[in-house]
């Protein structure tokens, strides 16, 4: 319980990242790793779960991330990729 959780540190980036890009176009890939040796896949897919629906609460459309959970490594990654221009 709380694994997945997104913590203060990382909403105060999280915050950030949201507010600076609600209003463009940019796709989002979103990674949370699991940890090695405890059901590694479900808790990255949890985690990253977790990333996904705090981003959206901040105004983040769901439709512009893609999720990509991750059971090597740790922490979390977010890719933004600008699409102006895109064909």
């Not at 913590?7 to 980036?13: E, I, Q, S």
């Not at 990253?48 to 740790?74: C, F, H, K, N, Q």
Request: proline share 6%.
């Amino acid at each position: 319980p709380g694994q997945s959780k997104v913590k203060p540190p990382l909403a105060a980036v999280l915050d950030r990242l949201a507010t600076s890009q609600r209003s463009t176009p940019a796709r989002w890939t979103v990674s949370g790793a699991g940890d090695a040796g405890r059901a590694a896949t479900g808790l990255a897919s949890d985690r990253t779960a977790s990333l996904r629906d705090y981003l959206v609460a901040r105004g983040i459309a769901r439709a512009r991330l893609a999720l990509s959970p991750t059971v090597m490594g740790e922490g979390v990654t977010i890719v933004i990729r600008d699409t102006a221009g895109a064909g």
